[in-house]
């Protein structure tokens, strides 16, 4: 297994999203199955870990750190062999007539906490504000970064305008956007800016909430409170339909590489690009150990163009896009491109 860099954070090529262990995908398991899922990835090999201070059953402000209380009970016998990424958002009234970074400085503190940590490798911005500039946010964060509480920062959910911005006050270690086979936007500006300035690129959603691993069907149920798959576009019945060829190709290769479908997405995107990462999230141990073996999946320069090209030719159904800001709501996820 090849590690990669975000930065100057080493990694393994591929990440876990535990944020299913606390919401997103219907009723969460048990915590001590939690507990157990990221002990027996980390005993796979990996080495990077993904959660939110927001990750909480509903998303409800009282459950707040829910799931970084999961991952931090996890991983506190082996925390200084792993990277542990966490992220915060802020609004205009928690920071009027305040320090900016003493407004961040109390999210860290709390993810500090409820991570059982005294620092974190990858601190993100979940989403932007449009009333803060994000300089002022990439300002605060190198005065966090010198203090030696975080490593590196991110952004997630951005444009390539809103990365430069950034990049020019503090470097970026990571962004963190929506990729994946039928989520390709990212591809024409966000990651050439990326490979060029030794950003890494952190795909969510890489298995596009589970349609590429040819688990999710016209019949699977998403009516539970707490499945964001409900607001996914190409996971509508239509566009289910509409996208089976590009399940079906991808069948094909995984047969031939006595792969999974799943594992296929994701060896496509490792093999495209040297500095993506991605986090693939489920809440089953099965899944989770599927995923990670895909580092395992070797594309030959043939078999990948043979892919690629193939994907370039079938349109897809459904569109999200990479740009979201705080506020935005899951329901206006069905966009035009």
């Known amino acids: 297994m090849e590690k990669r860099f975000l930065r100057n954070l080493e990694v393994s090529p591929i990440g876990m999203g535990c944020m299913g262990?606390?919401?997103?995908?219907?009723?969460?398991?048990?915590?001590?199955?939690?507990?157990?899922?990221?002990?027996?990835?980390?005993?796979?090999?990996?080495?990077?870990f993904d959660t939110a201070e927001g990750y909480a059953?509903?998303?409800?402000?009282?459950?707040?750190?829910?799931?970084?209380?999961?991952?931090?009970?996890?991983?506190?016998?082996?925390?200084?062999?792993?990277?542990v990424a966490t992220k915060f958002m802020l609004t205009v009234d928690e920071i009027s007539g305040k320090n900016i970074v003493d407004v961040i400085k109390s999210h860290l503190e709390n993810?500090?906490?409820?991570?059982?940590?005294?620092?974190?490798?990858?601190?993100y911005l979940h989403r932007v504000n449009p009333e803060i500039p994000v300089e002022k946010i990439a300002d605060a964060m190198?005065?966090?970064?010198?203090?030696?509480?975080i490593r590196g920062w991110g952004l997630s959910q951005v444009s390539?305008?809103?990365?430069?911005?950034?990049?020019?006050?503090?470097?970026?270690?990571?962004?963190q956007n929506i990729y994946s086979m039928i989520e390709r936007s990212i591809e024409e500006k966000v990651i050439p800016y990326c490979l060029e300035n030794n950003i890494g690129v952190v795909p969510f959603s890489p298995i596009a909430s589970g349609f590429l691993s040819g688990k999710v069907t016209t019949q699977t149920d998403f009516s539970h409170s707490d499945?964001?798959?409900?607001?996914?576009?190409?996971?509508?019945?239509?566009?289910?339909?509409?996208?089976?060829?590009?399940l079906?190709?991808?069948?094909?290769?995984?047969?031939?590489?006595?792969a999974t479908p799943a594992q296929i997405s994701l060896a496509w995107m490792l093999k495209k690009y040297k500095n993506v990462v991605p986090i693939p999230?489920?809440?089953?141990?099965?899944?989770?150990?599927?995923?990670?073996?895909?580092?395992?999946?070797?594309?030959?320069?043939?078999?990948?163009?043979?892919?690629?090209?193939?994907?370039?030719?079938?349109?897809?159904?459904?569109?999200?896009?990479?740009?979201?800001?705080?506020?935005?709501?899951?329901k206006n996820w069905d966009r035009k491109k």
């Open 227 to 246: 499945d964001v798959r409900k607001f996914v576009p190409q996971l509508k019945r239509e566009n289910l339909e509409a996208n089976q060829p590009i």
């Open 111 to 123: 993810s500090l906490k409820n991570l059982q940590t005294d620092y974190v490798d990858l601190y």
């Open 57 to 83: 059953p509903n998303m409800l402000p009282e459950s707040k750190g829910h799931n970084e209380k999961i991952l931090g009970k996890a991983v506190k016998n082996f925390r200084q062999k792993i990277v």
């Open 281 to 330: 999230g489920s809440k089953n141990q099965g899944r989770i150990l599927e995923n990670l073996g895909a580092w395992n999946v070797q594309l030959s320069d043939e078999e990948f163009l043979e892919l690629d090209s193939a994907l370039n030719k079938i349109p897809v159904a459904g569109f999200r896009g990479h740009v979201e800001m705080m506020g935005d709501s899951m």
């Open 21 to 48: 262990f606390s919401h997103g995908y219907g009723d969460i398991p048990e915590e001590s199955y939690s507990i157990e899922a990221i002990q027996k990835a980390y005993e796979f090999g990996c080495t990077f």
């Open 248 to 258: 079906d190709l991808i069948k094909k290769f995984a047969e031939n590489k006595n």
């Open 160 to 175: 390539v305008d809103t990365i430069k911005k950034a990049q020019e006050i503090t470097p970026l270690a990571a962004v």
């Open 142 to 149: 190198g005065k966090i970064i010198d203090a030696g509480i």
